[in-house]
């Protein structure tokens, strides 16, 4: 069964950075669109970024020009790179891993446990 562990939340500052990894057990990660998606205390679970199997990327336009989303295959690894962050980011951040690179969860079939991110003004 494939787990997804993300790690790199933490505190910082506004106009901070943070790098948020999420690590994939399994061997078809390659295969799999991965996505980030983030929920804030009282809000909805929303899209962040997702990327495709092949690399190509697609963003929330709140988070278009701050976040960078990569991956390592040969890690098993998604990053989000998040810089810029803002109080507004501060939320549970959840690595998903799909079969579409969408911004819908319905594509999404994997999830991890979250790591919390928040950002203080």
């Known amino acids: 069964q494939v787990q997804l562990v993300e790690s790199g939340g933490g505190l910082v500052q506004a106009g901070g950075s943070l790098r948020l990894s999420c690590a994939a057990s399994?061997?078809?990660?390659?295969?799999?669109?991965m996505g980030w998606f983030r929920q804030a205390l009282g809000k909805e679970r929303e899209f962040v970024a997702t990327?495709?199997?092949?690399?190509?990327?697609y963003y929330a336009d709140s988070v278009k020009g701050r976040f960078t989303i990569s991956r390592d295959n040969a890690k098993n690894t998604v990053y989000l790179q998040m810089n810029s962050l803002k109080p507004e980011d501060t939320a549970i951040y959840y690595c998903?891993?799909?079969?579409?690179?969408?911004?819908?969860?319905?594509?999404?079939?994997?999830w991890g446990q979250g790591t919390q991110v928040t950002v203080s003004s």
């Open positions: 399994g061997r078809s990660f390659s295969t799999h669109a």
């Open positions: 990327i495709s199997a092949s690399g190509s990327t």
């Open positions: 998903a891993e799909g079969s579409i690179a969408g911004s819908g969860q319905q594509h999404y079939n994997r």
